[in-house]
Structures are given as structure tokens and as C-alpha cells.
């Protein structure tokens, strides 16, 4: 349901300094009133020391407001074809006002080495999923590392994580083909 919109959505990562990574995800939207962030999780997989002391709306543009949902099972998980095991989520609080909507920024900050962070996302092992709702009446997920055919890979513009530029989730994430689920 998503394929048209996967590159609408983009994040960066940036070093804050003194051990501060910080998450810029952002809703680029302009084709579709009613597209919104409601949801974003990430999966360290075996680096259970790459993240923690999760900080949320740090920095955030516009209406968004999310709060911790902790270890939240992501939408549509069960369909990827690597386990997904979410370490931390956040959630919009509310409403769709308060999630990403177009234009707006949520800001995600944790206590972990910035190099470390930029390897494993660009090997894989650190993934990020969002779930995106109020597209036609039903939402979908799109995860980074994972291709359309749900195959394991990591797309060559996660490099460019490393100058912390803004990255297109259609070159970072890949949409997962899916049963879309009804939105919130």
C-alpha cells in the first residue's frame, strides 16, 4: 500500500557530542494530505550496548508529541523475513495531531557512541522501523535494511549516515510487501 510514498520519509543521525546520538525523523509528504509518522522502533539487535537512556521529542518541529512504548511489538514484524525484536519505541501521543505529520520532525536522542551507531546501521545490525498511517484509510511499516522482497540487504545510501546527511527512506528504508493494516 505504501510503495508510492517510501520516499516521502527521511531521517538523519547526528553526533551531539559527549556521547549523544541524535534521530531527526521527518515526514516529507506533499502528495497526500493525511499521511503521518505514528510510530517508530528500533531494533539493536545483538548490540544490546549500542543504545540507550532514550530521549524523546528532543528537538521536535511542528505539533509532534510521542512518548515511550517501551518494547512495542511493530506492525507487520511478523512478516520480515530477519527477526525484529524492538529495543525501544515511541509512539504519537493522542491523536494524528500530535504525530509527524508533513513538514514536521520528531527528534529521538540516546546515550551511544555516534561511529558505533553509523556502523551498524550500515551493516544491518542496528535497524529502524516506522509505521505510517492515513495512507487511503490504512497504514504500512517500512523497516531500514530490508528490500521489497524481503530479503535481507543494506541499501549503498546508508553511507551516507556517516556525514549525518537527511537520507530518503526509498534509498534507506524499503517498504515491506505486506497486508496493510487499518489505521488508527
Known amino acids: ?23 531527526k525523523i521527518a515526514n516529507n509528504n506533499t502528495s497526500v494530505p493525511g499521511i ?3 510510530s517508530v522502533y528500533f531494533d539493536t539487535g545483538s548490540n544490546t550496548n549500542l543504545l540507550s537512556a532514550f530521549g524523546i521529542d528532543v528537538g521536535n518541529t511542528g505539533t509532534v508529541d510521542f512518548q515511550d512504548n517501551g518494547t512495542a511489538n511493530m506492525a507487520q514484524s511478523a512478516n520480515l523475513s530477519s527477526p525484529w525484536s524492538t ?18 520532525v520528531l527528534g ?10 553509523v556502523s551498524a546501521l550500515n ?5 529502524v ?7 487511503n484509510g490504512g497504514s504500512d511499516t517500512f523497516v531500514s ?16 549516515l556517516a556525514a ?14 505486506a497486508q496493510a493494516q487499518k489505521a488508527e
Open 123 to 127: 551493516n544491518g545490525s542496528l535497524k
Open 164 to 177: 549525518g546527511a537527511a537520507v530518503g527512506f526509498g534509498g534507506m528504508f524499503k517498504k515491506q510487501r
Open 1 to 23: 500500500m505504501g510503495d508510492a510514498y517510501v520516499n516521502d520519509f527521511s531521517f538523519n543521525v547526528t553526533d551531539g557530542g559527549s556521547n549523544n546520538v541524535l534521530f
Open 108 to 117: 529521538l536522542s540516546f546515550t551511544g557512541n555516534y561511529n558505533n551507531v
Open 87 to 104: 529495543d525501544f519505541s515511541a509512539t504519537k501521543k493522542g491523536g494524528a495531531a500530535n504525530s509527524v505529520q508533513t513538514g514536521e
Open 129 to 135: 522501523g516506522l509505521h505510517v498511517q492515513g495512507i
Open 145 to 160: 535494511g530490508i528490500s521489497a522482497g524481503n530479503t535481507q540487504n543494506t541499501p549503498e545510501p546508508l553511507t551516507m
Open 36 to 38: 503521518f509518522i505514528g
